[in-house]
Every structure is written in structure tokens, then in C-alpha cells.
């Protein structure tokens, strides 16, 4: 699928999506409606029996209308044989289809819009969301729809047996349907409190779990077993009168069908005893009236299944619809790129107030410089580093690369070009090797080794239990802050890229190993652009150019030297610094 054509889906609303996706079902509804023909003439069938063969003892004719249905019947168990294997897979090509469009979406999304949902939000729209939806969907293609259209048959071939046997089915429904929502709400009702105080006491327990060595050591358990007695009863409680309301509701439901048949039954008896009705009209009707009533109990059912579906659907709605989708789908391409950075006038602010977190701020990057930020905390480096990647759109002014404003470039491709080392540095499951070749997916294992050793890696790889092979986050293989700094230093060094942008890269290892590693960088920036943040200033003095920053402005630059000798923001940060 192309990415832009993505980007329109916007317009299209998930229930036409869902709605165009369960055409795909198709061919399951084929076979289930031929299903729902197979059966539908039973009612006649036994009317014939009764009315036309028994009364003339024809024994004939009773095999036939016999024959006929068990016909019907195997027709039946074929067409359903069908319809159930179509149905398992397309239904799931359907969802894994709409996870595919969540994820996808999510990687279009602004950081603007992703900084401000949790991360648990988008993991329970991917996972949960989908299968609620499912669950509904197949309920009203597998449920509901097959059998409403069995009883709107079923009902035809009454009236057309004698009208008064609808008559009878409308009087019986209504019944049928106010006794089952009656007792159904209070169901509904005792399963969500009971959902809630299960929530609870297992919320609980997992802290006290989780936390028994706070509990222990404290001598508190007589508290956490109090405070666990009183939530588990309250569950209990709950469970108890969900199973009475349950068992109730089988009985009731029993009485209630048995006795709406009985009165079925009297009042037909009358008809046919007034001449208004054959003894076959009676029959039918007996065998008919409980599937009659059927859609019925499904209805209830499935409105606690569709409130479910229906949260689900707004939950990705919401995402799909959002507009916060990454302004950048420019087009033009750069290649190949030279690595030239302008800021021009730029302000931009996270939030829609007025604060701003970079203010008018200019400067011109030259291709193959090296330009190192500095400034206190919060000043705005790593905000400016977001800028220049394209993460946030500027507020005011423009940000061009090679001369072209990042709107009309082929952002990702910049992206693909440049190489970054995040204050954060987070490592992804996998080995080490896989780790660091995420800079390069095509990239050997030798060249894997010497991005390695240039961000001094190489040794404590080597000393873990399975070197490169060893995977990130397994039993005792965690790593030091330092350790997974070098490793995302090889990922960028791997990537041999134009623009290399470098933000606290250091800041966590000891003297010796930043001297070497700096040696790395400092060789490897020849020749590349290169964006260097850190606080701690010895590590820039071969910059080309510093630039200093104080609540998101540009206070001074230049040269180390320069700046040095000048009073101002630099010197007092390197005073500090003594
Ligand atoms: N995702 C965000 N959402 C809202 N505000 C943010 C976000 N990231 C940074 N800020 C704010 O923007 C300002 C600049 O932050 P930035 O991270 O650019 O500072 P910094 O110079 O990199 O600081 P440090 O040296 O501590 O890394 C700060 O006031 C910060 O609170
Ligand atoms: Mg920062």
C-alpha cells in the first residue's frame, strides 16, 4: 500500500473500512444463507405430513415429506461445513489487516500527538480494541444476521401455512422480549460489578505480591491480610449473586417459553376446533415458536457484546481519524545530500500556549561542520535536534536542508541519511548484533565488529556470555548506562551517515573510555556534518563552531577560542566547569 494513499484514509471512516473489509466474508454469507434456505421449509414439510398424508393413510407420502427433509437436512450440514471454513480465515486476514493499518498509522503520527497519549492507550488499540471489534463483527455475521433472516423466513412460510399463526408469533414475541430485558439488566449490571471488584483484589494482591519485601519487612502482613480479606469478600459476594441471577434467569427464561407455547397451543386448539385451522397448522407452529423467539435472547446477549465493540470502535476511530498526522509528505529528493542545515527565524513551543522552548533562533550549518550546542538545562538542544529531524513542525520560520524547506522534502529520506544518538538511548529486544545493525541492516559482521571497537564496545561485548549473540535484557544481561551508550554509538558510527547529530552521547562514561571513543567520533566527523550536545564542555573543543544556547535563544558563537576570551554565557559555563 502506498503511504499517501494511507494518509487519505483519514477521510474514510473505520465502518466503511470494517464495512468494505466484512465484503471479504462474502463468501461465508453465501453459504450461510443456503443454509438458512435449507432448513426453511421444514415448517411446511411437517404441516404436509399431518394435514395431507396422515388423514388420507398415505404411508407414502409420509417417507416422502420425510425424505424431502432429511434431504434438506444433509443439504444443511454441507452448506454449514462451508461457511464455518470460510469464515476462520477471513475473518482473521480482516484484523490482522487492521492491526497492520494501526501500526502503520503510528509511525505517520506527530510527535505532538504521540508525546500526549500514553503508551498504554496505543498497545490496548492495537491488541485489545481489534479483537473486541472482531468479536462483534463476527457476532452480527455469524449471529444475528443469519438469524434474523431465518425467523423473517420462518414467519413468511406461517402466513402463508394461515395468517393466524402470525397473529399468534407477534402476540408471543413482545411477551417473550420485555420478561427477557427485564431479568437480562440486572445480568448486565452484577457482571460489571463483578468485572470491577475482580479488577480490584487482583489490583491489590499483584501490589502486595510485587511489594512483599516492603510488606515483610515492615512486619505489616496482619494489614495486607485484612486489606485482602475485605476485597476478596466483596468479590465474593458478587460471584454469588452473579450465579443465583444466572441460574434464575434459566428457569424463568424456561417457564416463560413453555408457557407462551402452552397458550400457543389453547389458541390454536380453538382455531382448529372453530375451522379456522388444520391440525398441521398447529403443529408447525409448536415446532416454529421457540426459533421464533431465538433472535430475541440473541439480541439481549449481544447488546453487552456490542457496548464492548462499540467503546473498541471509537477508541480506533479516534486514532484513525486524527489529524495529527506528520506534516511532511513532500516529494523531493535529495541526492545526493550534502548536509546543510539553515535555520531561519525559527520558534517553536510543545504546547499550543505561548511558551516557547526555541525562540527566533538562526544559524546556517555548512555541509561537513561540526557544530556543537551547549547552554544549561532545558535551553532548548535536544528540542532543536528534534526540529532539525523533522519530529515537530516549527511555529514560525523554516528549517532547510541542501536549500530545500523540510515540507517539501521526502522527510524520511533525510532521515535515512542521518545517523542519531539519543540522551535516551534505548536499546530494542534482540542480540547486540542485531542491535547495532539497526543502523545498517546490510551490513557485515565485520563491519558490525568495527563500529564496535570505534565506540570502545568491542571489548565488553566479547566479555558477555555469548558475545555479539548475547540478547539485550535477558536474566543478568542488562546493561550499564555507559555500555548501552557505546552501543548506540556503533548503531550511528555503522550507519555511515551524512548528518550525524550526537545529543549527551557521552555524558555516561568515565574519562578514559569518552577519551577514546571521542577520538572515534572526532575522525569520524570529518567530512560529515556533525551536531554535538554536551554538558560536558572538554568533549567539543575540536568543534568548528560552539553555539550557545539560554532559554531557547542563541546567546553567543564561535570558535572555542573565540569564545573563550569573550565574557559571557560560555565563560560562565566554563568557569562552573573548574
Ligand atoms: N516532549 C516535550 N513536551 C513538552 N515540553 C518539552 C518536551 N521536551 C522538552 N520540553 C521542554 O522544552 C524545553 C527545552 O527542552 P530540551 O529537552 O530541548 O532541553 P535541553 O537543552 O536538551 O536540556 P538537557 O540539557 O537537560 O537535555 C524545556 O523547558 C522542556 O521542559
Ligand atoms: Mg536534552
Known amino acids: ?51 395431507d398424508a396422515i388423514p ?30 470460510a469464515l476462520s480465515d477471513q475473518t482473521q486476514e480482516i484484523f490482522r489487516n487492521l492491526r ?19 503508551t498504554g492507550r496505543l498497545l490496548s488499540k492495537y491488541a485489545f480494541d481489534t479483537s473486541n471489534i472482531e468479536a462483534t463483527v463476527i457476532q452480527i455475521v ?28 407477534f402476540i408471543c414475541i413482545p411477551i417473550f ?40 519487612g515492615f512486619g505489616q502482613e496482619s494489614v495486607a491480610k485484612e486489606q485482602m480479606g475485605v476485597l476478596s469478600d466483596a468479590y465474593s459476594d458478587m460471584r454469588v449473586s452473579q450465579m443465583n441471577l444466572n441460574q434464575s434467569l434459566g428457569y424463568i427464561m424456561f417457564t416463560v417459553v413453555t408457557a ?45 457484546q456490542y457496548l464492548l465493540g462499540a467503546e473498541s470502535y471509537r477508541s480506533i476511530k479516534e486514532l484513525m481519524d486524527s489529524r495529527y498526522v506528520e506534516e511532511w509528505n513532500g516529494t523531493q529528493h535529495l541526492q545526493p545530500m550534502r548536509g546543510e542545515i539553515q535555520l531561519k527565524d525559527v520558534s517553536f513551543g510543545y504546547g499550543d500556549e505561548d511558551e516557547l522552548a526555541i525562540e527566533n533562533f538562526s544559524t546556517t550549518i555548512q555541509a561537513g561542520e561540526h557544530v556543537a550546542f551547549v547552554g544549561p538545562s532545558g535551553s532548548g538542544k535536544s528540542t532543536l535536534v528534534s526540529l532539525i529531524l523533522g519530529f515537530y513542525a516549527p511555529r514560525k520560520g523554516e528549517i532547510l536542508i541542501d536549500g530545500v524547506a523540510q515540507s517539501q522534502l521526502a522527510i524520511k529520506e533525510f ?5 542519531i544518538v539519543m540522551q535516551d538511548n534505548l536499546l530494542l529486544s534482540g542480540t547486540m548484533m542485531d542491535n547495532i545493525r539497526f543502523g545498517k541492516p546490510t551490513a557485515t559482521v565485520e563491519e558490525v ?51 550525524l547529530i550526537l545529543d549527551e552521547a557521552t555524558s555516561a562514561l568515565d574519562y578514559e573510555s569518552e577519551k577514546s571513543v571521542q577520538e572515534a567520533i572526532d575522525y569520524l566527523a570529518k567530512g560529515r556534518t556533525t551536531i554535538t550536545i554536551a554538558h560536558r564542555l572538554s568533549t567539543i573543543r575540536s568543534a568548528d563552531r560552539i553555539i550557545v544556547l539560554k532559554g531557547g535563544h542563541l546567546v553567543s558563537e564561535g570558535s572555542w577560542n573565540e569564545l573563550a576570551e569573550q565574557e559571557g554565557a560560555f565563560k560562565d559555563l566554563l568557569n562552573a566547569q573548574h
Open 1 to 51: 500500500m502506498h503511504e499517501h494513499e494511507f494518509i487519505g484514509l483519514q477521510s474514510k471512516t473505520l465502518k466503511g473500512y470494517i464495512w468494505s473489509e466484512a465484503c471479504h466474508l462474502r463468501q461465508y454469507m453465501f453459504w450461510r444463507v443456503l443454509s438458512v434456505l435449507a432448513v426453511t421449509p421444514f415448517t411446511i414439510l411437517s404441516q404436509r405430513i399431518v394435514d
Open 56 to 85: 388420507s393413510r398415505d404411508l407414502s407420502g409420509v417417507w416422502y415429506f420425510t425424505g424431502i427433509s432429511f434431504a434438506l437436512l444433509l443439504l444443511h450440514y454441507l452448506t454449514m461445513n462451508r461457511a464455518v471454513a
Open 100 to 118: 497492520g493499518r494501526i501500526f502503520h498509522k503510528l509511525n505517520f503520527m506527530q510527535f505532538r500527538f504521540l508525546d500526549t497519549v500514553q
Open 142 to 169: 455469524t449471529g444475528i444476521i443469519p438469524e434474523l433472516l431465518r425467523t423473517v423466513l420462518l414467519i413468511l412460510t406461517l402466513a402463508y401455512i394461515n395468517i393466524w399463526l402470525v397473529l399468534i408469533v
Open 177 to 216: 422480549a420485555i420478561v427477557r430485558i427485564y431479568y437480562y439488566r440486572p445480568i448486565e449490571d452484577n457482571n460489571q460489578a463483578v468485572r470491577v471488584a475482580r479488577e480490584k483484589m487482583t489490583g491489590q494482591a499483584n501490589e502486595f505480591i510485587s511489594a512483599i519485601k516492603l510488606v515483610r
Open 260 to 304: 407462551l407455547s402452552l397458550f400457543a397451543v389453547a389458541f390454536c386448539g380453538w382455531l382448529v376446533i372453530d375451522e379456522k385451522m388444520t391440525m398441521g397448522a398447529l403443529v408447525a407452529l409448536v415446532g416454529a415458536l421457540p426459533i421464533c423467539l431465538y433472535p430475541v435472547t440473541m439480541m439481549t446477549q449481544f447488546s453487552l
Open 415 to 419: 532521515r535515512q541519511d542521518c545517523a
Open 449 to 499: 565488529r568495527q563500529a564496535a571497537q570505534h565506540a570502545n564496545a568491542l571489548e565488553f561485548i566479547e566479555e558477555l556470555p555469548a558475545g555479539f549473540e548475547t540478547k539485550v535484557g535477558e536474566r543478568g544481561v542488562s546493561l550499564s548506562g555507559g555500555q548501552r551508550q557505546r552501543i548506540a554509538i556503533a548503531r550511528a558510527l555503522l550507519r555511515n551517515p551524512k548528518v
